[in-house]
């Protein structure tokens, strides 16, 4: 079973910077570059929305909300899935979770939670 463990939430100023990771461990059914990786995140009393993704090989994608502030990678070798994200406002306030899919199944970590306020 594969563990996904995301770490690098905090407390931040409005106009701040973040990096976000997240270490696959446990056992994986294949190598950890198979897996379509992403970022999710929930606001409180909001639906969980798509942060951003990156496939294997392929181009990352973002949610408008995003776009332009924030940076999706992987290091394939490290097993560890990153998102930068800088310009931080208010309303990216929300607790943020990484997945990995791949051949129907799923798998969550437990979210760091990441705080804008002045």
């Known amino acids: 079973q594969m563990l996904l463990v995301e770490s690098g939430g905090g407390l931040v100023q409005p106009g701040g910077s973040l990096k976000l990771s997240c270490v696959a461990t446990?056992?994986?059914?294949?190598?950890?570059?198979?897996?379509?990786m992403a970022w999710y995140r929930q606001a409180s009393g909001k639906q969980r929305e798509l942060v951003a993704r990156?496939?294997?090989?392929?181009?990352?994608e973002y949610a408008e909300s995003v776009k332009g502030r924030s940076t999706i990678s992987r290091d394939d070798l490290k097993n560890t899935m990153y998102l930068q994200m800088t310009s931080l406002k208010p309303e990216d306030t929300a607790l943020y979770s990484c997945?990995?899919?791949?051949?129907?199944?799923?798998?969550w970590g437990q979210g760091t939670q990441v705080t804008v306020s002045s």
């Open positions: 990156i496939k294997n090989g392929g181009t990352p």
């Open positions: 446990g056992s994986f059914l294949r190598m950890f570059s198979d897996y379509d």
């Open positions: 997945s990995a899919m791949w051949g129907g199944q799923d798998f």
